[in-house]
Every structure is written in C-alpha cells, then in structure tokens.
C-alpha cells in the first residue's frame, strides 16, 4: 500500500458522530465492492488512526490505504458529495518511507443465540438431520459479549443491519501476500497489516 486518504468526519449539532459514521462507512462498502476483485477480494484497505478499544470506538478518521491508481478511480469525493458539510477528505498523499509499526484490523463475530439458530439451521441441511437435533447437539453454547467497538452496516449481499464489529492488533510483521475484505478489513487467519503513523 503506497499511497492513502483520510476521511475525518465533522459531526455538528444536526448531525451525531455515529450516524455520520454509519453513513460514510457505508458508501465505503459501497466504493469496495464496485471495486472487488474477481477473487472477491479488495484492493483497498481501511485503518482507524483513533481506534480505542477502552473508549469503544473507531474514532472520526478513517484511513483508506491503496496505490494512487485505485485511490483516484475511487472517487470519494463524488461518493461522498452528500456530505460534503461534515467530512473532510485529504488528497491523496504516500504512506511515509519511515513507517515502523504495522497495524491490522479486523472483523470480530462473536457467537450470539441468533448465529447459534443459523448454524444449526446450516447443520441439519448439511448432516441431514432435524433443526431441533441441531439445536441439541449446541447445547453446550454460551453467548459471547464482546466490548469491542462497532460500526452499524447494512450488507451488500444479504440487505440486513447489523453490527460489525472490528478488533485492532499491533504488529512488527506484515505479509504482502494476504487481502482485504470488502469492508477493507484483513481478512481472518490472514498477517497483512497495514502502516501505523
């Protein structure tokens, strides 16, 4: 990732922090998966410089890395003409040369009563057993809570809402090989990582 832009949003008094933030975020998706590679993969990436997990939030800058190519062909300041009032987009600038901490974020889905339904819905038609047999054979599952912080999105593919939430790693590695999701997120199990300045 040679090159990136930072988009700050500039919440007011007719406008809170985390609506603006669903909305910008969205047409994000929206840009990256216009954009997705055949393989389904992304070629952008985006880092939250004032992430806080104690605070639980992904703060108001969100840094979407990609060469300069991609980057212009983006256009984000025509996606995001609506809210021209409230975010403030940079030009497009190079990563600097002497970056060294890495960061990697991430998509985290912890298991709720919901997902366990759904898994056992997957299970039955897959094993060719009953819904309820599923539901036994999870028994055992405890719900997970989570305090990590999140943004409310609507899916592409399925049209629902929901939070995804996102987990922050700091590293002194990072692999060029692994790609970005269409929310511009590491992928999991994967060790790319993006510069931390």
Same mark, same amino acid.
């Given at each position: 990732?040679?090159?990136?832009? %930072?988009?700050?949003?500039?919440?007011? %008094?007719?406008?809170?922090?985390?609506?603006?933030?669903?909305?910008?975020? *969205?047409?994000?998706?929206?840009?990256?998966?216009?954009?997705?590679?055949?393989?389904?993969? *992304?070629?952008?990436?985006?880092?939250?410089?004032?992430?806080? %997990?104690?605070?639980?939030?992904?703060?108001?800058?969100?840094?979407?890395?990609?060469?300069?190519?991609?980057?212009?062909?983006?256009?984000?300041?025509?996606?995001? &003409?609506?809210?021209?009032?409230?975010?403030?987009?940079?030009?497009?600038?190079?990563?600097?040369? &002497?970056?060294?901490?890495?960061?990697?974020?991430?998509?985290?889905?912890?298991?709720?009563?919901?997902?366990?339904?759904?898994?056992?819905?997957?299970?039955? *038609?897959?094993?060719?057993?009953?819904?309820?047999?599923?539901?036994?054979?999870?028994?055992?599952?405890?719900?997970?809570?989570?305090?990590?912080?999140?943004?409310?999105? &609507?899916?592409?593919? *399925?049209?629902?809402?929901?939070?995804?939430?996102?987990?922050?790693?700091?590293?002194?590695?990072?692999?060029?090989?692994?790609?970005?999701?269409?929310?511009?997120?590491?992928?999991?199990?994967? &060790?790319?990582?993006?510069?931390?300045?």
């Amino acid at each position: 990732m040679q090159a990136y832009i %930072d988009i700050t949003l500039l919440p007011g %008094d007719d406008i809170e922090q985390h609506f603006l933030l669903e909305k910008t975020f *969205s047409q994000l998706h929206l840009a990256l998966v216009a954009h997705k590679k055949p393989e389904g993969h *992304s070629p952008f990436a985006i880092a939250f410089p004032q992430y806080s %997990d104690t605070r639980r939030t992904v703060g108001r800058k969100l840094r979407i890395f990609g060469d300069k190519k991609a980057l212009l062909q983006l256009d984000l300041k025509h996606r995001l &003409n609506g809210f021209s009032d409230y975010v403030h987009i940079t030009t497009i600038r190079a990563v600097p040369d &002497n970056v060294t901490s890495w960061v990697r974020f991430s998509r985290l889905q912890p298991k709720s009563r919901s997902s366990i339904q759904r898994l056992a819905h997957r299970a039955a *038609s897959r094993e060719g057993i009953s819904v309820d047999e599923a539901m036994k054979q999870r028994s055992h599952f405890q719900p997970e809570c989570t305090k990590a912080p999140y943004i409310w999105v &609507n899916s592409s593919s *399925s049209g629902k809402r929901f939070r995804l939430f996102i987990t922050q790693e700091r590293t002194a590695y990072t692999d060029e090989t692994s790609t970005f999701t269409s929310y511009g997120l590491t992928r999991k199990g994967d &060790n790319r990582a993006l510069p931390c300045f």
